[in-house]
């Protein structure tokens, strides 16, 4: 990645900046409720002081109707290329289940299937196996396969059929084809190294060794008698917030996998409680330490993905109702935002541009009296790519220097 | 440089463009003036009459956040991509000296500084001498160094320590390492060259004699007995208006900066009073000789970096009061904008997108009733690379083709 502009004009400061993220907070005007969001119906009366002076406008998380995965819509918001920038599945996966991936770790989606007499594969998901006798079988074969060769192997369990797997050791790579034909009426294929790179070989070695002795370690179990694996990724590594940025930056966030790309972006992730309150109590104590807070907030995206207008609400009420603690500790820049939208009609992520508040000593004024969707689009920010978000932070922390003279 | 969509498609035409440009003029609204801005606060009748039959829009100058120098941001203005086309520090210092730089010229900041007897730099800014001793020191050393070996040596005296040296000769180049340690307790390095190139070697041992000789000169002085150079660059080359856009284009800037950024972009450098009635009317005498016009106005700029708001509110009515002599010219396309903002509360440049009005036959009529920040978020032109304005106004000129059938 050749360094960015705004990389090369980062400057030192002391400054402190807050990005709040609503996970999937952007929605649309909702028919059954005369046509408001959920921004717009909540009863939000710190929000409602507040942004008046502030700058509103919205962000776009890849592209003019891409719908992002968490982990695009948080890179960008960390100011990385969503395009650019690809974080491997079995990796997400593994940050997700909560592993803390070390460099040099290559992860793999994991789960169980049902193979005939023969090793052909006749169900692709062990008939949907519940979650507990998942964690039953992942044990089972934790215990029979700590080890293969000098590397150390780290099962944990998913939902249903589902597990990760990670394996630990010296010259691994992540460029090694699924373990898994995708399709029933198949042999469990090998894994190939797809470089001619040494740690591709070995990689698939120790996959190839790890799929035959589960199928050995389960013969009898039915109906999930073997495994399958997919999509291996070694942890990536790219330039943090403090390389980048000169930010020491702290991630506030309740759930793994936005813990995990936080990480990844050489946040330091530290110990938080449930609610938003917790979270901006959290960001207090640590004030002194860090000069970025990423403060994740899961409700609003899990509402939206229920479909649940009412839950959003509340949501966006409780942030509220908590936000004069966060206010209390001033920072010079507050942003809140999302990662994406995911609007209570379309009960999941949606490609919808994001509504984006921006408050800081220069940040403008733009008068507009509520903080939502349809004044958002009259914002002075306009629309821009979330990518960008960072450099427009940083201008507003006073952390960017002049391009030219 | 490859030429861009605009350049393949330009067409000749009769028609005529103005750009008026007033420096900074983007702003913020002021929380002292009942939040309003200076645009808003300014009796512009003139702009006022002018607006609703305008097309209103915003243009950001290098990307979201970055805050331009002068020099990107003109550039920009006149079309070509601030980040691809990069004027080198020592030309933007001898442009803004008024130095009239010549095709393979070779440019430097300099300054004077304190060294020890062993040559170690004590003080690199010799105790910030006063501007008249600088004028004395420089006036020195160029009647003691005219020239070396084929080069003529031009010096130019700057505020304080600085001063601006330009090597004219045969065979030169820009890609030669800084004279200057950038630090005390140093010796001054030697200039290296940075390239293979045969002008490098050459203008890196003009350098290196000069700065010795220069030390020679000044070494009874007190206390700036040594030169620091650094920054070379020689005057760029790229294509200019008339190849570009098939304009012939003036400038009428009282500014040596503005002038010879203008230049560098192929304009004819026109003779100009300092008031908006001096600019309009010496673009009124030069009117059937050329059909772009670029008026630059300083004063706003200068404004917003005093926090002058009252001085900013001034020079907009200035411009508004002489604007009917500009109307009577009857430009067939009439643009007002700015390089960059230089908002009053930051009193200096700054990232924030420039209000930008259009009027011209086919500009569309956004019937808002005044020209300003607020208003300009709600025209028709949206927000835009500034780079892409002169796409716009040459379109509004008929002095675009279709582009495919």
Known sequence: MIPSLVESLAIENTTRIVLLVLDGLGDLPNPDREWLSPLEAARTPNFDALAPRCALGRILPVAQGITPGSGPGHLALFGYDPLETVVGRG??????????????????????????GAGVITDRRA????????ARLVARLQAALPRIEDVEILLRPGKGHRFVAVLRGPGLAGEVSDADP???????????????????????RIVNTLVARAAEVLK??????????????????????RERFKLRAAALAAYPMYRGVAQLAGMAVLPVGDT????????????NDHDFFFIHIKGTDQAGEDGDFDAKVATIEAVDQALPALLALRPDVLCVS?????????????WHPV????????????????????????GSLGVFPSKDLMAVLMANAGRLDKYGA
């Open 91 to 116: 990796v997400l996966e593994a940050i997700g289940a909560d592993f803390e991936l070390q460099p040099g770790d290559v992860a793999a989606r994991a789960n169980f299937c049902t193979v005939d």
């Open 127 to 134: 008939g949907r196996i519940p979650s507990e006798e998942c």
């Open 182 to 204: 995708h399709k029933e009426g198949k042999k469990v294929p090998s894994a190939v190294p797809l470089t001619t790179e040494a740690g591709a070989a070995k990689t698939a």
């Open 220 to 241: 009898e179990e039915r109906p999930a008698n073997a495994a399958l694996m997919r999509g291996f990724s070694a942890r990536p590594h790219f330039p943090g917030f």
């Open 276 to 287: 938003p309150g917790d979270a901006f109590a959290a960001a207090g104590k640590a004030w």
């Open 338 to 350: 999302g990662d994406h939208s995911t609007p209570v009609p379309v009960k999941q992520h949606s």
């Open 355 to 378: 509504p984006t508040l921006v408050h800081a000593p220069f940040c403008g004024a733009d008068r507009l009296p509520r903080f939502h969707e349809r004044n958002a689009r009259a």
